[in-house]
């Protein structure tokens, strides 16, 4: 992809001045012979007289790195040239007061224009948790330290984990989560009691709102040693052949279970809601979990995958069951 070190613009048509402001990139417009698509990248650009201000992040592979550009821009027949090292040319398509359009053969890309007012909120989201509703459904974001968070989609039924950050750029505030593909800015618009309003740029921009709500801990009901409740016979084959959690022992941030020879620890969570308990998976930003049906002091019901101890990391094992435990202490 070009950064801003490669851009050429054309200047025939419009006046300099119409390209001064902040922007951020909405979307990348993908074109070849078979098919058209779209891309999110995390691109910011300020233009100022004749000097620019260039910023983005890139995710070649499972890390992210930064791109940073900025100096003097200078005038070359009917573009202007942002740097001496031109490996292709996006020319400007169209521009107005919101829309700023490069594009080419391959590629087109739409920045928008960033408020001209705008005042950076004081927000730090580390340790907390908010409901979030948007146009694709109701999730829930949970800042677990200062680089990591969980989101959970209600449409999806999943947990993802994600990193995430505050970005500063020329003076605006951007709350960034890495996605599968890219990573996103979201701009923070401003915080207001319990409420934090953001705007997302993209093929349209659109306005949402998060919710702090506080944590319902239960770490201390479910720390303790738990043996399985049977109503009736034993379960069918398999389960009673290879089903690892007839008895488990849960810590302050471990679960133990198995027998001898296969002994299982694994590194657990609770949702900020106090409803599931969230397994990490190897290799993998999905989570495994264990629903809480019930839980009182002695006993809970937990809807459970069927076979845990088989549950490969990124598959989600759609076979679940209900199961009862009681505290043995």
């Known amino acids: 992809m070009a950064v801003i070190g490669f851009l050429a613009i054309c200047l025939s048509c419009q006046p300099k001045s119409e ?30 007289g004749n000097r620019f201000n260039y910023l983005e ?51 087109i890309q739409v920045y928008k224009k960033l408020p001209l007012t705008y005042f950076a909120p004081e927000w730090n989201p580390v340790s907390k948790n908010y409901s979030f509703i948007g146009n694709k459904g109701q999730a829930y974001f949970e800042f677990i330290n200062d680089s990591l968070m969980l989101e959970y ?13 505050l970005e500063k750029f020329e003076g605006y505030k951007f709350l960034v989560l890495n996605q599968t593909d890219e990573p996103q800015p979201i701009l923070i618009d401003s915080v207001e009691n319990d409420f934090v309003f953001l705007s997302t740029y993209d093929t349209e921009i ?36 290879i089903f690892q959690f007839e008895t488990f022992t849960v810590n302050t941030d471990s679960v133990f279970a198995g027998d001898i020879t296969n002994p299982i620890k694994e590194k657990w969570l609770q949702t900020a809601d106090g409803e599931r308990i969230l397994f990490p998976t190897t290799k993998s930003k999905r989570w495994r979990y264990w629903k809480i049906v019930e839980l009182k002091e002695d006993t809970i019901a937990l809807d459970m995958p069927d076979v845990f101890a088989l549950d490969r990391p990124g598959i989600i ?4 069951v209900l199961r009862f435990y009681i505290k043995t202490h």
């Open 19 to 48: 390209i001064e402001g902040n922007w951020v990139l909405a979307y990348t417009q993908f074109i070849s012979e078979r098919d058209t698509f779209y891309g999110n990248e995390c691109r910011f650009l300020s233009i100022k």
């Open 57 to 107: 992040y890139i995710q070649p592979g499972y890390q992210i790195e930064t791109v940073k550009s900025s100096g003097k821009f200078v005038k070359n027949g009917d573009k202007l040239v942002f740097n001496e090292y031109i490996d292709h040319y996006l020319e400007l398509i169209s521009i107005d007061s919101e829309s700023l359009v490069f594009g080419n053969q391959e590629q």
């Open 153 to 165: 989609n209600e449409k999806t039924v999943e947990f993802e984990a994600k990193k995430w950050w």
């Open 206 to 241: 659109n306005n949402y709102q998060l919710r702090e709500f506080p944590k319902k801990d239960i770490t201390e009901k479910l720390e303790g040693n738990w043996v399985r409740l049977y109503e009736g016979l034993p379960p069918p084959f398999p389960e009673s052949m």
């Open 317 to 320: 094992n759609e076979n679940r």
